[in-house]
């Protein structure tokens, strides 16, 4: 079932070149790049797997309920990166508020191999398929988690008028500086001013961002 999203349509006034766009132009250009993404890929989704499956087993893949486009639930892949423990009490992680704390490097139950692809945001590539499978584009708000989506007012759901990104604006202007879901105005102004010029300037700038974060480790 979907998420009560409220009356998306009149919270945002798009133009007729936009809601073109997001009808037609950026399904082809997911289209376009996604694919040919999974296939030079390839070799890298192999010695990721591989390293995985030796140092955690099965499966490779996590899956994990998020919510996409008019609030409807999918399931988001990524490449698992902790211990199947991971939430077991003898940790003594995470703290009570896990979103504040679900991407920090030394959380224990992340494997080595686990902070290296995260760091690298290589966890994230599965969700090649999730394009694919047009639950999620390229570019667009990154998929929250729904008990999340259920606390949110009704201004915060303008996001899910489009499908859940890969990359976002939140990557590229506040990434790893505040949690995610303190950002939810950088998803609606991403949303109100959705375009192809947009949505190239923030793939654009993605590698940047990553390797911003990543500079000094």
């Known amino acids: 079932m979907p998420v009560p999203v409220g009356d998306l349509q009149q919270s945002c ?3 007729p ?28 989704f192999g010695v990721v797997a591989a390293l995985i499956r030796v140092s955690l087993g099965r499966p490779v893949i996590f899956r994990q309920q998020r919510i996409g486009k008019d609030g409807r639930p999918f399931m988001v892949f990524k490449f698992r990166s902790m211990k199947p423990s991971r939430r077991s009490a003898d940790t003594g992680w995470p703290p009570p508020d ?16 686990g ?3 995260r760091r690298w945001s290589l966890d994230e590539l599965p969700q090649l398929l999730n394009i694919l499978a047009a639950d999620m584009s390229l570019v667009g708000p990154r998929p929250e988690l729904p008990h999340i989506v259920n606390r949110y007012e009704p201004w915060q759901q303008l996001r899910h008028q489009v499908r859940p990104g890969l990359t976002g604006s939140w990557q590229i202007s506040k990434r790893g500086l505040m949690p995610m879901h303190e ?24 590698p940047v961002a990553v390797l911003a974060t ?4």
Do not use: F
Not at 183 to 206: K, P, Q
Not at 214 to 217: I, L
């Open 98 to 113: 896990r979103r504040l704390t679900h991407k920090h490097e030394h959380d224990p139950r992340l494997t080595g191999v």
């Open 17 to 44: 070149s936009q809601r073109a766009y997001v009808r037609v132009g950026k399904p082809l250009l997911d289209m376009a790049i996604a694919a040919p993404a999974l296939v030079l890929l390839a070799p890298v």
């Open 13 to 15: 006034r798009w133009s």
């Open 183 to 206: 950002c939810v105005d950088v998803d609606v102004e991403y949303v109100r001013n959705i375009g192809l010029r947009t949505d190239l300037r923030i793939l654009a700038r993605t």
């Open 115 to 117: 902070r290296v692809i």
């Open 214 to 217: 990543n500079r000094g480790h």
